[in-house]
């Protein structure tokens, strides 16, 4: 595990050296909401600590003691807070290339507020 890497964006946005509008600021985990929404409610949930994608935080064996466990709660908690968990939400890790992912620090978009077509793009 890497704890921060100085280049990375989203490690800038957990320190707070990087502005963001938060929505979850906790001990382990952020979200803040996504500077280029896809829909009404799109905000990122991470962890601080610097894990390239979600099959890297995987492989990392679990040092951080249930951090991924923590990180799908949150996306939970902030689809609750966002009046989206009855009319119902999409939870994505872009991973690699082809899935577009475009910022190597472990994200997921929790996404909602409108009614999204399947299979995605
Ligand atoms: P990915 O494409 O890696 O799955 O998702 C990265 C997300 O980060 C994109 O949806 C993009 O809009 C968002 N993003 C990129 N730069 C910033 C930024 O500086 N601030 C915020 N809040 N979101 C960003
Ligand atoms: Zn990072």
């Known amino acids: ?3 921060s890497v100085p280049e990375c964006l989203f490690c800038g946005i957990a320190a707070g050296d990087v502005p963001a509008t938060k929505v979850a600021d906790g001990e382990r985990i952020v979200a803040f909401r996504d500077i280029n929404p896809q829909a009404p409610v799109h905000v990122l949930v991470i962890p601080r600590d610097h894990y390239p994608n979600v099959a890297a935080l995987v492989a990392a064996g679990d040092p951080g003691k249930g951090l991924l466990d923590e990180l799908i709660a949150a996306a939970g908690k902030v689809a609750a807070a966002e009046g989206i968990e009855d ?5 994505v890790f872009n991973t690699g290339p082809d899935a577009g992912q475009s910022v190597a620090h472990v994200h997921a978009h929790v996404l909602g ?4 077509a399947w299979p995605p793009g």
């Open 1 to 3: 595990m890497i704890v």
């Open 87 to 91: 009319s119902g939400y999409r939870v």
């Open 113 to 116: 507020g409108r009614a999204m």
